[in-house]
DNA sequence: CTTTAATAGAGAAAATTTTATCGATAAAAC
DNA sequence: GTTTTATCGATAAAATTTTCTCTATTAAAG
């Protein structure tokens, strides 16, 4: 198989615009096409086909003029690319509502994610199960980690006690840190900390609003709802 | 009050950080500060404060040399800012596990949103309440959504429903759309629609994981975690 | 077989976003 | 009261990201 010369950093933006890619060409591929071009993707997003095209050089795939790129090509190498090819073992902390709706997102494990189990103080979440995995003391995480090898830490509590669960999983060897904690976290530069944070989506959205009404008819919608 | 020339257009990224900034206000407002300078609030977050300067500037606010702003003035006016001031009603369409983790998060309300009620075609869910909202079936949401004049449509549907759920919306009225379906929507153009989606954020923490092994232990977590 | 049209890929240009610089100002130190 | 220091606000520079332009390639049409 033949390679480009991938660039050496990506951006994250690319980054973020590859699973929207990944999620489509799925579905095409469901759909039984067997190539697609830069210029079908981007029309499916509003994006600019170069704009499509660069990302798309990251994974290494090399495409045909006049036809575009093997789909299933392209799926494997961005989920190759993306990490999502092999299996993280994660640690969530913290079974309230948000917590559980992680738990029971079956998806995951198409991204590579695979939560084995969960952590919360709460004694009458303790020692239940949620969607098959068991809600254990947040004390049995440092032991549990190293034993059993989890690098990813999925924090669901509130933000109050965001930093404590951090510091408790970055002391049990914990790598990366997803966090849905509304709360900015100090960690050690050597482990990844990912924001997964609802309320920035929402700010776009009941910005976007707001201006529309302020703006009365004219203008809707002149901020392009991209990425 | 003074205010200074606002920016006639705001990019999504300064969009994006006016909530994190938002956070930590109201947390540095209730330890009792009355100022904050940009660079306390650039260096929560490791930002440059000359950015944080420039974000600040959408608001209205003006700081004072040496001083910095006034917290208070600037919690009220980024919430304005972000139309957070006024509570907006939505209804959510999809009352699966996500749906239920929405339907459950108290801080919405925090964020001018009010989830109203939920609708779902499950007939087992149909008729049941969540966190005290009553679950509907989807053939009421386009009469209540007129005679309640709710703008605000949540999407926790699985991906191959979330079109057809959006175009249920849309034909209903509702002109705003906050999609967690991992599926490219089409809308019409002066429907705002905005994606909330924890795949995009999975994969700049899957990737740089990957990056990390894949490089061993020299450069790790070289791609800053910001925004 | 030749022409046409669609697309990849490379590089340049444009646009946007972030970071740096500098003068002004106000509090604190001296 | 003067000097020092921290910060704002404005502008300029740098970096990054997106978009455009052009050439080469390949399939399809004529």
Known sequence: MIFKKKPLVVSRSTLKRLPLYLHLLEKVMAEGAEYVSCTQIAKEFDFDPTQVRKDLEVTGEVGTARIGFRVAGLVDSIKEFLGWNNAHDAFL??????????????????????????????????????????????????????????????????????????????????????????????????????????????????????????????????????I
Chains 1, 2 share one sequence.
């Open 93 to 226: 902390v913290g079974a309230g509502n948000l917590g559980k709706a992680l738990l029971g997102y079956r998806d995951f494990e198409k991204y590579g994610l695979n939560i084995v189990a969960a952590f919360d103080n709460d004694p009458r979440k303790v020692g239940t199960r949620i969607f098959g995995k068991e809600v254990l003391p947040l004390n049995r995480l440092a032991n549990l980690s190293k034993r059993m090898h989890v690098h990813i830490g999925i924090v669901s509590v509130p933000a109050e006690h965001a930093q404590s669960a951090v510091d408790l999983m970055v002391n049990a060897g914990i790598k990366a840190i997803w966090n849905f904690a509304p709360a900015p976290l100090r960690i050690p530069a050597d482990v990844i900390l990912e924001n997964a944070r609802l309320t920035q989506s929402l700010a776009v959205l009941t910005n976007n609003l707001k201006r529309n009404r302020d703006q009365g008819e004219n203008n809707a919608n002149s901020d392009v709802s991209k």
